[in-house]
């Protein structure tokens, strides 16, 4: 055993384990993003090196040359000095993109000009080809653009390509939308995705699938961002906010706790995912700055902040109310027991709206006939019960939690709009903690924000029953071509009205 540890106790030695086994997974599960570095690096040694040796490293030879003559001195006629020219080095041709497998079966789209081509002749035509992907099944389809001339004027037609997630590139809309749905809804990392695909029939490196990915989700930049502003002008938001473990280079041996936010608006049927580095006020303060409206939050102290904030209503979650007693059901079962059986009466309102189909107004005046009298008999059994119970015992700690927050836990009775609890962003945040088992970490800060864009957009999907690949493979078809003013026609809730 190595001297450091000999004098560690059981407990310590037992940590050290934990930690090194944090760390051989963070290692193991970071191939697809360590890739994408690979990729970058590259590059930037790839111009490193025509800096290096390019057109500067001629000037530094003749500055030598000039250097040399200046030593012979005047009256004398030396043997002249020459270098010896260095054989340039051979210049290495990119072999280009490889092409894809002669095997698949391909499907061709043929695309004539615009214009009229009756009387011309046509000389020829122009094949691209991308990769597409069925669950299983690989297939290419080949956009054969045939070329006119016009004889009289000698202009040349061709009809124009269709616009595709990546410019130039093989990967087709359809194949987009699953790497994306692949990894952040299945929580399937890059490299898995790449074994996957090689049994289809096509082998693909995890750089480029990485690549692609990465090309795909900013092009879903604008999208995001109309998501959010029409979560902010929803006037009703549920705030919560979940862990993401993030690869940090001035962190060596461990990972960043990095957090994200989540904003649910209910009416609009939206989620946003917001990535911070902390869990500091600052987060909400800043993506809540032009909010308007209800608030609805844990007892998180980083929401104090929207407290008298002029313009916003701040309400809390009778589910985190509820669990403050079931944590207390082992100390004092009992008592416990009997406030939890109440908060049962105020949920079983809240089915009986559902089932019913109730507007707002009405799921309001059904709250205060059915609801109030039995906060009411809450408030009665807490306060009678408080001197009892030891403040920092646990049933003291949900008595004086739930007493403390009392008119910002009963005000949704007041408008049928409000939810009872925040349940529903906490839904929206469920395939984080999927991912987190899966993937283990975000490979960057960046990386970690765009996958914000990707669980907001997917989490809409699943509020709208709306099926993901479907909907990214219409979306990244129409994306690049897209009116930007009106990108919000796009988003799930609304793609889905419109039929897709």
Known sequence: MPPDLENKSREELAYEIVRMREEKALLEGGREELA???????????????????????????????????????????????????????????????????????????????????????????????????????????????????????????????????????????????IVVNKYCDHLPLYRQGKMFERGGVKIADSTLGEWLHTSVELLGPLYEALKKQVLESGYIQADETTIKVLDTDKKGSAHLGYYWVYHAPDLRAAVFDYRRGRSRQGPEAFLETFKGDLQCDGYEAYAIFEGKDGIRVHNCWAHARRYFEKAL???????????????????????????????????????????????????????????????????????????RWDKLNSYTGDGKLEIDNNLVENAIRPVALGRKNYLFAGSHESAQRAAMIYSLLSCCKICAVEPVAYFTDVFRKLPEFPVNQVQKLLPFEWKELGG
């Open 330 to 404: 082992d100390e004092d079962h009992e008592r416990a027991a009997h406030v939890m059986e109440l908060i049962q009466s105020l949920y079983e309102v809240e089915r009986h709206a559902r089932q019913q189909l109730l507007n707002h107004d009405q799921r309001r005046q059904a709250r205060q006939q059915e609801a109030v009298p039995v906060l009411e008999q809450i408030k009665q059994y807490l306060e009678r019960n408080k001197p009892s119970a030891l403040p920092k015992s646990l049933l003291g700690t949900a008595i004086n939690y739930t007493l403390s």
């Open 36 to 178: 994408l570095e690979i990729v970058r690096l590259r590059h930037q040694v790839s111009d490193l090196s025509r800096m290096l040796f390019g057109q500067s490293s001629e000037r530094f030879e003749g500055a030598k040359k000039e250097e040399v003559v200046s030593k012979t001195g005047e009256g004398q006629n030396p043997k002249p000095q020459t270098r010896k020219k260095e054989a340039p080095k051979p210049v290495k041709i990119h072999p280009g993109r490889a092409p894809l497998p002669a095997s698949l079966e391909r499907r061709e789209v043929i695309i004539e000009p615009a214009e009229h081509v009756e009387d011309m002749k046509c000389i020829g035509e122009e094949v691209t080809e991308e990769l597409v992907y069925e669950p299983g099944y690989f297939w290419v389809r080949r956009y054969v653009r045939r070329k006119y001339v016009d004889q009289k004027t000698e202009k040349i037609l061709i009809g124009e390509l269709p616009a595709r997630p990546i410019d130039k590139g093989v990967v087709s809309a359809e194949l987009a939308a699953q």
